[in-house]
T-cell receptor, first 111, second 110 residues
Framework: EDQVTQSPEALRLQEGESSSLNCSYTVSGLRGLFWYRQDPGKGPEFLFTLYSAGEEKEKERLKATLTKKESFLHITAPKPEDSATYLCAVQAAGTASKLTFGTGTRLQVTL | NAGVTQTPKFQVLKTGQSMTLQCAQDMNHEYMSWYRQDPGMGLRLIHYSVGAGITDQGEVPNGYNVSRSTTEDFPLRLLSAAPSQTSVYFC?????????FGSGTQLSVL
């Protein structure tokens, strides 16, 4: 069974204090690993898709990396507007786009 | 381009009542799906469709029905609501890059 574990559950950073969120996964043949951002009362917003170990994607202050067992979402010099819950999901090969989600990391960035 | 549109945003039902959650997308995506989100749990797949006329069950299908008569619409039906169906429901559609979500329906069953 596919599994996704995210850590930490919650993270509080000061503005400018860089850190990383972790997503560990087990899947029978990775077809894609996805990162989403979710604000309170909103639907998940797509950030990145990673397909193979060694791949990296960047968007503003966010950088996602992938190994064979985990993915990291690095946040460089975060701002208060980066506060949100970050979700990780995996898709196994041959699963018709079914994603398995982790429970998320709740990030709070303070001034 | 509105993306994925869900209605209603909020709904309160009594146990045993039925209702339909509406979902429409204007991106011409073949794949659409319904997820529910509960505190402390990841998003869980209820039903999905890979095209008009084709639907299949996800991880937690019991108590829910779906149909797909057009590419644009994918309604989710609760035939006899139960308190265990209190949740936030998200509809999503997918292209070859990622899954894109609607803004959700918060459902309470009393």
């Amino acid at each position: 069974e596919d599994q996704v574990t995210q850590s930490p559950e919650a993270l509080r950073l000061q503005e400018g204090e860089s850190s990383s969120l972790n997503c560990s996964y087990t899947v029978s043949g990775l077809r894609g690993l996805f990162w989403y951002r979710q604000d309170p009362g909103k639907g998940p917003e797509f950030l990145f898709t990673l397909y193979s170990a060694g791949e990296e994607k960047e968007k503003e202050r966010l950088k996602a990396t992938l190994t064979k067992k985990e993915s990291f979402l690095h946040i460089t010099a975060p701002k208060p507007e980066d506060s949100a819950t970050y979700l990780c999901a995996v898709q196994a090969a041959g699963t018709a786009s079914k994603l398995t989600f982790g429970t998320g990391t709740r990030l709070q960035v303070t001034l | 381009n509105a993306g994925v549109t869900q209605t209603p945003k909020f709904q309160v039902l009594k146990t045993g009542q039925s209702m339909t959650l509406q979902c429409a997308q204007d991106m011409n995506h073949e794949y659409m799906s319904w997820y529910r989100q509960d505190p402390g749990m990841g998003l869980r797949l209820i039903h999905y469709s890979v095209g008009a006329g084709i639907t299949d069950q996800g991880e937690v299908p019991n108590g829910y029905n779906v149909s797909r008569s057009t590419t644009e619409d994918f309604p989710l039906r609760l035939l006899s609501a139960a308190p265990s169906q209190t949740s936030v429901y998200f509809c999503a559609s997918r292209n070859d890059r990622a899954l894109f979500f609607g803004s959700g329906t918060q459902l309470s069953v009393l």
